[in-house]
């Protein structure tokens, strides 16, 4: 599994993706937090807190992760390596969980910069140090567990074709369904008296955010990170 780990994130960090990445996530985030005049914008918001952050940061994961993640399956396929894998002493599970915990240390590595917005937020409060740490902490680990989540479909979505365009738009679309589908069936009514919104999940990431780290939240994101890993799984063992 380490040998896979290690060989996706070489294949990031050797060819501009892994770069390209981290710039274009931190650039857009720091347009539209510090730049981009409106409600997102932190300096004109007349206080000092990431909420702004912490809200567009899922919408960027959902075209962010199936980008990292498009070519992880479908290349292989196109290719044919997927076959040369299958022949090393490795289980289906252990090619698998490289991968992904290759593409999410990705991720990972590209919120540490973002570490910065906090200590820039501690500074501007009045007086200064005046931040919900319990808030902050919560956002980031939610923002973890969404991380892992997306992370397992987009894996998933790369094994349904060898094309990593076709990969990439389903693992959005997927992705958005996920985190905001279910909010808006809720809006329309769908099911009366059935709180749909808590499959989905937006819900449990702003549960997690508030500073309340509840065991539903957490058992609810490992279940569909399992969930789609284990589908991923069963199309890899077909291919």
């Known amino acids: ?100 915990f290759g593409a999410l240390l990705l991720i990972i590595i590209t919120l540490i910069p973002t570490l910065i917005y906090v200590f820039t937020i501690v500074k501007l409060g009045n007086p200064v140090g005046n931040l919900d740490i319990g808030s902050t902490v919560g956002s980031y680990i939610g923002l973890l567990f969404l991380a892992g989540a997306f992370t397992s479909i987009g894996l998933f979505t790369s094994t349904l074709s060898n094309n990593q365009i076709v990969a990439f738009i389903i693992g959005a679309i997927l992705s958005f369904f996920m985190f905001y589908g279910f909010d ?18 937006h819900a449990h990431f702003n549960s997690i955010s508030r500073g309340v780290i509840d065991t539903r939240d957490i058992i609810y994101f490992l279940s569909v990170t399992f969930f789609f890993l284990f589908l991923t799984k069963i199309n890899l063992e077909k291919k």
């Open 184 to 201: 808006a069936l809720a809006e329309i009514n769908l099911i009366p008296n059935f709180n749909i919104e808590n499959i989905g999940m």
């Open 1 to 100: 599994m380490f040998a896979i780990l290690k060989k996706e994130l070489n294949t990031f960090f050797a060819s501009p993706i892994g770069y390209l990445v981290i710039f274009v996530f931190l650039l857009i985030n720091g347009f539209f937090l510090w730049v981009f005049k409106g409600d997102l914008n932190i300096l004109n918001a007349g206080f000092a807190d990431l909420n702004s952050f912490f809200f567009i940061t899922p919408w960027f994961f959902i075209f962010l992760i199936p980008a990292i993640t498009m070519r992880s399956f479908s290349d292989e396929i196109r290719l044919g390596t997927i076959e040369i894998l299958k022949t090393k002493p490795l289980s289906t599970w252990q090619i698998l969980l490289g991968k992904y």
